[in-house]
């Protein structure tokens, strides 16, 4: 992309009511724009890093051999007075009259809706176990959404729903599905912990946390790595680490949230199965979640310095990004990063060229803030010596490097 | 994948209520399932056929370098009433009130918080043209949902807005816009016109729509494709064709609609940018939309038989599907037909293997129903000869090819 041809707006300023630094930088570099209390447009290059973190999220899902599809985001009521949470759920729980007044809700999660389909599709135990994941657009009507997309009321999240005839096929399930999630956020360069933790209003028994490790995070965790033990500190209770191995607390932002069912909507709702015998049987459900739209603020808040974001490059809306030190008159510096930009197009990479006429000083503090990885800075002074300065974001100091020895550098990364 | 592993499940009979076959054929062959009137979840086989016509709009759309945004489903009411739609639109629109009683809508458009958004953003005349797009669910609250995702209350759209100085620049970038689609529905393997059309409710002047072809076609329009004309008939007033050429006349389902907006939203809402004299100008504004989910719907009114779909390559669910013959205890069927599988799939190719223990004749009428492009089918007579039989889907006959002799086959394709 050249910021020329790219409406660019980056702010010195936010508005007060922005707390969080991961929510102050989104909006100082353009990531998102806020459209109303709680709901916030994603902009070119925060789409970037949303798409690359739900790109990563939809390969590991499918490895695992859960199958994609896509539940409407609007549901009826009646499911949900299935399980009674039509009123148990509260005020979170967007809800809406159609034309011809029959009630609906803007859905926060769909056990109902997943639950509805297996009953109706499944009825022999030969076809489990199954699990079906979805990346979709939720809502939650908070009373007082706040952290930008940290506490949004719209959100992208990847939500799936496992089926078994037996507990031992969940536990199986359930292990897999904590694999896939340990692959996800290393791939996503984060520093994390996985968490024992509560089951809260969604219900069952087992149940996991994955928590970003960052200073703001509303959680506390206390854990023990040699012990290999992770906690909500909520579930501990007076409890020293197994093993007793002394505990480390640290404050984390949920990001991934594992649960083991049960037949707790199965029961409610009617959804069997027959089993090798002949016999009806309740179905044992796991449910998963991933915070899409929230990993992006969680990576923010764990990677960052005063100048502005620094991605991980996995996740980047550019691994690098070329800054034309343009003068007047000075065709020699264009012409050259226009040749480098294409060069790494055609080898595939994603990168960004800043071809505008803005002062260098501007351009190096945009190119902070919104946290490219990689500066290729091309200069006049450097050209006389067929040199650009290559700067890595977040690491002290820069290199010349031949320009000539740019693609290799990087195949070598 | 491995249908063993894949709880498919077809049908042989609809509810009455499926009036279009497309409909039907959706619904019998498990592409979706219906939630509630006009709500359908989309199950894994029609979700990857849905990606797949999405994945072809963004690469063109991306070519155009139009930029993807992601807006919220969910819009204040305030921007509405300052265009005067939160009361014309009627009761299409869906209407809800948040928990301290704010109105809102579920977006059926989105030409107020993207106008919203650039008056906020851009400020000079430097920054045009530009064009943002989406892809998005959105939602129609329709009197009488029909026709399944042909006439859905929520589905998917590619919409986008192009903002310019003046008129020369938006007419550049609709012509632009409609070469892309043009590309996109070639790729997509439809029989479709271009077609001069009404600007209806969004307002506006020159405006075109991109119909299929397809006998049950809600529009009717005529063309000449001599002259290089079509239209929508209702813009067709005692017209003969320019040219003098005899219009012929078909049926078509509207799959795009592009519009040139001129300043109808920019004005109402003061969306303004200084030009080169330093004076303030409205902003001129195009608007182009895609039906992405209703293609795949068009797609089947015009690909079809009376034994089920017939995808065009480029968007069915699988390119290839292997049907392995089994009796008892027939073990090198089965080892032949995953032997194959594997190597397509090493190769990149998407291709089902049907190991599951039915009848031939079930597997044969399922796989023409789900409507894979082409099936090899493995059995121990064929591979006695060291051959299997391959069928194209809606050409008669099959052909023996030499196992050794199949990749080499699809590789000419």
């Given at each position: ?20 630094t991961s929510h102050?930088l ?5 990531l ?6 709680g709901?916030?447009?994603w ?6 890093v949303?798409?690359k973190?739900?790109n ?6 499918d490895?695992t ?5 896509l539940?409407p985001?609007i549901?009826?009521?009646?499911l949900?007075e299935e399980?009674g949470?039509w009123?148990?759920y509260?005020n979170l729980l ?5 034309r ?5 809700c ?7 809706v ?14 489990l176990p199954?699990?079906f994941?979805?990346i ?5 009507d ?9 506490r949004?009321?719209d ?7 496992s089926?078994?005839?037996?507990q031992?096929s969940l536990?199986e399930?359930?292990?897999k599905?904590g694999?896939?999630?340990d ?11 996985k968490v024992?933790a509560?089951s809260?209003?969604?219900g069952?028994?087992?149940?996991h ?9 509303e959680?506390?965790i206390?854990y023990c790595d040699?012990e290999d ?13 197994p093993g007793g191995?002394e505990?480390?607390?640290a ?6 949230h ?12 009617k959804?069997?199965?027959l089993d ?7 179905l044992?459900m796991g449910c998963?979640?991933i915070g899409?739209?929230?990993?992006v603020a969680?990576s923010?808040?764990?990677?960052h ?14 691994e690098?990004i070329i800054i034309?030190i343009?003068?007047k008159d ?7 990063s226009?040749q480098?930009?294409?060069?790494f197009?055609?080898?595939g990479y ?6 505008r006429?803005e002062?260098a000083?501007?351009?190096?503090a945009e190119a902070?803030?919104?946290g490219?990885?990689?500066?290729i800075?091309v200069?006049?002074?450097?050209l006389?010596?067929n ?5 890595e ?6 290199q010349?490097i031949?320009?000539?020895a740019?693609k290799?550098?990087f195949e070598?990364?």
């Amino acid at each position: 992309m050249k910021l020329s041809q790219y409406p660019l707006k980056t702010y010195k300023d936010t508005p007060a009511e922005a707390e969080l630094t991961s929510h102050r930088l989104m909006l100082r570099s353009g990531l998102i724009k806020k459209l109303a209390s709680g709901l916030f447009t994603w902009m070119p290059l925060g789409l970037k890093v949303l798409k690359k973190i739900e790109n990563i999220v939809r390969k590991e899902m499918d490895a695992t051999g859960a199958l994609e599809i896509l539940m409407p985001a609007i549901q009826p009521s009646n499911l949900w007075e299935e399980t009674g949470r039509w009123d148990e759920y509260g005020n979170l729980l967007l809800k809406m009259s159609d034309r011809h007044n029959r009630l609906f809700c803007f859905g926060p999660t769909h056990e109902e809706v997943i639950t509805d389909i297996v009953r109706g599709e499944l009825n022999t135990y030969k076809q489990l176990p199954v699990n079906f994941y979805q990346i979709q657009t939720k809502f939650r009507d908070e009373i007082r959404p706040r952290f930008g997309v940290m506490r949004a009321r719209d959100f992208l999240m990847k939500d799936s729903y496992s089926f078994h005839l037996d507990q031992s096929s969940l536990d199986e399930e359930y292990k897999k599905i904590g694999h896939a999630y340990d692959n996800i956020f290393m791939q996503l360069g984060l520093n994390y912990r996985k968490v024992r933790a509560d089951s809260g209003e969604i219900g069952g028994s087992t149940s996991h946390e994955y928590h970003v490790l960052a200073e703001s995070g509303e959680d506390k965790i206390g854990y023990c790595d040699e012990e290999d033990f992770a906690a909500n500190v909520e579930t501990i209770k007076g409890e020293t680490a197994p093993g007793g191995g002394e505990l480390s607390f640290a404050r984390g932002i949920e990001v991934g949230h594992i649960f083991q069912l049960g037949d707790k909507y199965s029961k409610s709702m009617k959804c069997s199965v027959l089993d090798s015998t002949g016999k009806s049987a309740n179905l044992m459900m796991g449910c998963y979640g991933i915070g899409i739209s929230r990993i992006v603020a969680a990576s923010i808040e764990q990677n960052h310095d005063k100048s502005g974001i620094i991605w991980p490059k996995e996740i980047a809306p550019f691994e690098i990004i070329i800054i034309a030190i343009t003068k007047k008159d000075d065709e020699i510096v264009l012409l050259k990063s226009n040749q480098i930009y294409n060069d790494f197009i055609k080898l595939g990479y994603e990168i960004a060229l800043d071809d505008r006429s803005e002062r260098a000083g501007v351009k190096f503090a945009e190119a902070e803030l919104i946290g490219i990885p990689f500066q290729i800075i091309v200069s006049e002074r450097g050209l006389k010596n067929n040199t650009i300065e290559l700067v890595e974001r977040g690491k002290d100091g820069n290199q010349d490097i031949s320009i000539d020895a740019i693609k290799s550098y990087f195949e070598n990364k």
